[in-house]
């Protein structure tokens, strides 16, 4: 099935207009999402809308509140959230170009890949992308879809462009609070140099399919292997754990980085004798 596009309308850097679809860059069936079940008679679990003293209430009575104090809400009816939501404009606006690694990772939320909508497009298309490149820039603007305005960032992706949604200021916390208690001794120079050798014999290129979901991939199993068996009994395996050593919490950093390196340093092969 072809994927379907999560938006379509037309980028436009001041008086040049580029159509365009978005479609999402991540799988939502991907992760196992289970559901409840009542076991004596194998059905789903569904959720009556009560109020407490009460009991169950019509749909129609139901409006949305938002918690002010504890237990007071202000109440708003789906007339006025309608009146303030956003119009699903159909134009992207590119209105800022920064350096890439001015935006914090914190803020990034969820990848698209952006394509062109036809082959008319795909000139003018090439020409931003490229230009993105070239300068090593990404485009800013807001995305009105669904009612609401997402912040996002667009930047060359192989052939095509990547734009990723980000997080408003509001919706970040800064982390200086959680670190005003962590020591600011210098560490030794021995110490750091043993981490900075473990570091370098581990560093290598990213390849996401190197790392693996081992608690997705044991539940997959897990629920293939009942499914065939078509029982309702628990099936238990054994996990293998990683080595813990004697348990104890207290360790001798300087000995352990050196363990760690002596430990990562790649064997040497032997060498061939030469004939005589």
């Known amino acids: 099935m072809a994927a379907r596009a999560y938006w379509q ?18 799988k939502s069936g991907a992760k196992i999402r289970f559901n409840q079940i009542h076991e004596p008679s194998g059905k789903r679990i569904s959720y009556e809308k009560v109020v407490p003293g009460i009991g169950p209430v019509d749909r129609d009575e139901i409006i949305k509140g938002y918690e002010v104090s504890k237990g007071n809400y202000v109440l708003l009816d789906e007339d006025e959230i309608e009146a303030v939501k956003i119009e699903s404009k159909r134009t992207l606006e590119l209105v800022q170009f920064v350096d890439a690694c001015e935006i914090d990772p914190l803020y990034f939320e969820k990848p698209y890949y952006v394509a062109p909508q036809d082959e008319l497009a795909e000139e003018a298309f090439i020409v931003l992308r490229e230009s993105l490149r070239k300068a090593k820039k990404v485009a800013l603007g807001q995305l009105s879809v ?3 305005e997402k912040l ?8 095509g462009l990547l734009l990723e949604t980000l997080r408003y200021a509001d919706e970040v916390r800064a982390g200086q609070a959680f670190f005003d208690d962590i020591d600011e001794a ?3 120079k021995e110490l750091l140099d043993l981490a900075n050798t473990l570091i370098d014999q581990k560093s290598a290129p990213f390849d996401a399919s190197e790392f693996e979901d081992r608690y997705g991939q044991a539940l997959r199993k897990l629920i293939d292997k009942k499914a065939k068996s078509k029982s309702k009994s628990a099936v238990i395996e054994d996990v293998d754990e990683p080595g813990g050593g004697d348990g104890s919490n207290v360790i001798d950093l300087m000995a352990a980085l050196k363990q760690s390196v002596n430990e990562d340093k790649p064997k040497k092969s032997a060498r061939r004798k030469k004939s005589a």
């Open 146 to 148: 669904r009612g609401s």
């Open 152 to 159: 996002v960032a667009i930047k060359p992706c192989g052939k």
């Open 186 to 188: 210098k560490p030794r």
């Open 9 to 26: 309308g037309q980028i436009r850097l001041a008086l040049v207009s580029i159509p365009v679809e978005i479609y999402s860059a991540t």
